[in-house]
């Protein structure tokens, strides 16, 4: 009997490795990664970020204090949003539904002495795995907005935060913007009766 299993559905346990199928453009390798968010149940909202929290990570060699956002290689055989996953994956252990592209932001490594372009996605969180690739070589730790503003190590990680923050601030002004219109226009009837 064969049983056949959905891919996505899949984690490989290890981590790719190697450079050989990385992307260079003008001799920046090129990087993608994700902030990955969750909505808070029952907190009380607000507009600055406290109806949800993200998830930061150790880096690899854990040689500084502070946190990041899982990033790494874009390779040639994925798309951008297809690599921020897999790294979001291989370094955090979850994955979800990405969203559209935060910004784009040319960077030089602390450590290569080398520039990067790195691209940010948004990734709502849908499955928080208990075993990934990178489990043993980083901490995840969820934290609030303001947490993670203050224990990232990257200005441009803080940058897409930031623009993370605003881009679902706007979605939900817009969504209580249609809801109280609507409202207006209840009240307009039921005042002309």
């Given at each position: 009997m064969v049983t056949l299993v959905s891919q996505e559905n899949v984690v490989a346990l290890v981590s790719?490795?190697?450079?050989?199928?990385?992307?260079?453009?003008k001799g920046r390798r090129q990087v993608v990664g994700c902030i990955p968010y969750r909505y808070k149940i029952g907190e009380k909202t607000c507009l600055e970020g406290d109806e949800?929290?993200?998830?930061?990570?150790?880096?690899?060699?854990?040689?500084?204090k502070g946190m990041l956002f899982p990033k790494g290689?874009?390779?040639?055989?994925?798309?951008?949003?297809?690599?921020?996953?897999?790294?979001?994956i291989e370094e955090a252990g979850v994955r979800g539904i990405v969203g559209g592209k935060l910004g784009k932001w040319s960077f030089k490594s602390k450590t290569h002495d080398t520039f990067y372009e790195g691209y940010m996605f948004p990734l709502l969180v849908q499955?928080?795995?208990?075993?990934?690739?990178?489990?043993?070589?980083?901490q995840r730790i969820w934290?609030?907005?303001?947490?993670?503003?203050?224990?990232?190590?990257?200005?441009?990680?803080?940058?897409?935060?930031d623009r993370l923050v605003n881009r679902?601030?706007?979605?939900?002004?817009?969504?209580?913007?249609?809801?109280?219109?609507?409202?207006?226009?209840?009240?307009d009837a039921i005042s002309a009766l």
């Open positions: 790719r490795t190697g450079r050989e199928l990385q992307r260079y453009r949800f929290e993200v998830l930061v990570i150790s880096s690899q060699n854990q040689k500084g290689g874009w390779e040639l055989d994925e798309s951008k949003k297809e690599a921020a996953l897999r790294e979001t499955e928080q795995l208990e075993s990934w690739p990178e489990e043993n070589v980083r934290m609030s907005v303001n947490e993670a503003r203050e224990a990232c190590q990257h200005w441009w990680m803080k940058e897409a935060l679902l601030s706007g979605s939900k002004l817009g969504h209580e913007n249609k809801v109280l219109s609507s409202l207006n226009c209840i009240g």
